[in-house]
């Protein structure tokens, strides 16, 4: 019996019965962080939200995952601005549209572009919005992307606004419907 038991014992040991759990790959606790982020946005919970990205955005830099340090950026990015912290929001929005360029993903970094664009709307920066709009707009065509193409026109339109330039934004605007 005593044998019965110490084979059981063995085995449980094996399995790593009885041991603590393994810890989480890196790149899962990101993902995990980055999901709850975005449950906590969805539910308007916009600074749980920000916490949430932000310990995130840790992570993925501490294990150098340069995709995830470029998605969880744009995202912390807008809840910031949404947040009212500007200076904050527009530099995590540089850092984004920099770690997308490095990553070669030219798609991202248009939709960066707009973020960033929109970002310096809100920070009353119209003529330099008005330019990464410009950048942007080429990559978003209208077959393939509409809903972008219309953001980055109504963005151009915006910002046209905040120039003074009615005319101009009139043609964004009629280019966007």
Do not use: W
């Not at 998605?71 to 807008?78: D, E, K, Q, Y």
């Not at 707009?137 to 193409?149: G, M, V």
């Not at 963005?155 to 964004?172: I, L, N, R, V, Y």
């Amino acid at each position: 019996m005593k044998q019965l038991y110490s084979a059981i014992l063995v085995l449980l040991i094996a399995s790593g019965c009885g041991s603590p759990p393994k810890p989480e790959r890196p790149s899962d606790t990101g993902r995990r962080l980055s999901a709850e982020a975005a449950l906590a946005h969805d539910s308007g919970k916009i600074r749980e939200a920000v916490a949430l990205y932000s310990d995130a955005l840790k992570e993925y830099t501490r294990v150098d995952d340069t995709a995830g340090i470029a998605r969880v950026s744009n995202n912390l990015a807008v809840l910031l601005a949404l947040t009212g912290k500007m200076e904050a929001a527009e530099s995590t929005a540089v850092q984004a549209l920099a770690t997308y360029r490095m990553l070669g993903d030219d798609l991202a970094c248009a939709r960066a572009l707009l973020n960033l664009g929109s970002i310096l709307l809100q920070s009353g920066k119209p003529a330099e919005a008005r330019e990464l709009f410009d950048l942007a707009l080429p990559r978003f065509d209208a077959a393939s992307y509409p809903l972008e193409r219309a953001r980055c026109l109504v963005g151009m339109a915006h910002a046209a606004c905040g120039e003074g330039k009615a005319e101009e934004a009139k043609t964004s605007i009629d280019e966007a419907m």
